[in-house]
């Protein structure tokens, strides 16, 4: 089973399993990162394994400051602005790469285009002491919920790593949010951490949105974030035996009856529903309730990631390749 060690003590063992190619569940703002070296195509492939996930799928690079920032990737100018405005934070720029920069191609999937954040606090921290970027999807098993407990880490994870380094509940409770320069406009890959509307306020533009070609953001494919139970949203009614997951002050019709009950923020704000979205799922999962209903939630601000995220949720598993 892997050790679990507070960020305080933890510094010197990450480094080393860093080091030796191996990997290492991290606390970021956003959700915890399954990290490895991004420049060791081994402790790379790791990542997949322990993850279970289709190689395909790209990875996003964490970056310590932007000097490794460049070194990796070409900003143009507008990607440099938000890269200056929100880093460190839950942003993440889709740029392309510069040659020669030593990011292992199983990393990107062989794109020439590369997905890099630079995290708040221990993340950052450990980036800056490896002197090298780390590759880090969220620390779950293919499909399933990003974890944003160390605990939930172990449990998924445990038996396949070493080391979850604790540094508490993620404080957003969201992925980041991705987005890829496109001429002079920006185009939202995946609604995350940041609101929409907030980077539309430092750009002075609007974002685009959908039609990017392909499935560039596999988090994109329909069946994700799945718990076991079935998943009903934007419910006015519950019925016996099903779980409620609330929103606000206002109850579903039948409430009272929930097999079990957990509101996202009973004060109806949405960051505080963000930051309790993931652990609540996996709770009122653990319940054994065959459904979870969810109230309606509101699409503005940090709402456009949550109804995605429960849309993921939502969506038909079977014929479906679960992803990240
Ligand atoms: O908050 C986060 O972003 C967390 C923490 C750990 O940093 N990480 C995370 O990583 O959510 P992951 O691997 O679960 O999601 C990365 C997303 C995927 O949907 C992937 O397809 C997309 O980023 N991505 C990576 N590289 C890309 C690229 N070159 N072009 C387009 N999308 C890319
Ligand atoms: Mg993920």
Do not use: C
């Not at 974030?225 to 016996?240: D, F, M, T």
């Not at 009950?261 to 799922?281: Q, V």
Request: aromatic fraction near 4%; avoid cysteine.
């Amino acid at each position: 089973m892997a050790e679990i060690l507070a960020v305080g003590e933890a510094m010197g063992r990450a480094l080393a399993l860093l080091d030796g190619g191996d990997v290492v569940a991290i606390p970021t703002e956003t959700v915890y990162g399954l990290a490895g070296d991004a420049t060791n195509g081994i402790g790379v492939a790791r990542i997949f394994e322990a993850k279970g996930r289709p190689r395909f799928n790209p990875l996003i690079a964490h970056v310590a400051d932007m000097a490794m920032a460049d070194r990796i990737a070409l900003f143009d100018p507008l990607s440099r602005k938000l890269a200056l405005a929100f880093w460190p934070g839950p942003l993440t720029l889709v740029l392309p790469q510069r040659a020669g920069n030593g990011i292992h191609p199983l990393v990107t999937a062989g794109l020439d285009t590369i997905a890099l954040r630079m995290p708040r606090g221990f993340g950052g921290d450990l980036i800056a002491r490896l002197g090298r970027p780390l590759a880090a999807p969220s620390a779950n098993s293919s499909g399933k919920i990003s974890a944003t407990t160390a605990q939930a880490v172990a449990a998924d994870l445990g038996a396949r790593i070493k080391l979850v380094v604790d540094g508490g509940a993620t404080p957003v409770g969201l992925e980041s949010t991705i987005l890829k320069a496109e001429g002079e406009h920006l185009r939202l890959l995946r609604p995350g951490g940041i609101a929409a509307e907030e980077i539309e306020a430092a750009i002075g533009m609007e974002l685009l949105r959908g039609g990017a070609a392909g499935v560039e953001a596999p988090g994109m494919l329909a069946s994700h974030y799945a718990p076991g139970a079935g998943v009903r949203l934007n419910a006015r009614s519950i019925g016996a035996g099903e779980a409620l997951l609330a929103f606000g002050g206002e109850r579903a019709e039948g409430w009272r009856g929930a097999a079990a009950f957990l509101n996202l923020s009973p004060s109806g704000d949405l960051r505080e529903a963000a930051s309790n979205l993931f652990a609540y799922m996996q709770d009122l999962d653990r319940s054994g309730a065959r459904t979870i209903v969810v109230e309606p939630i509101p699409l503005d601000g940090l709402g456009e990631a949550i109804n995605d995220r429960l849309s993921r949720a939502a969506a038909p598993r079977d014929n479906t390749q679960p992803t990240t």
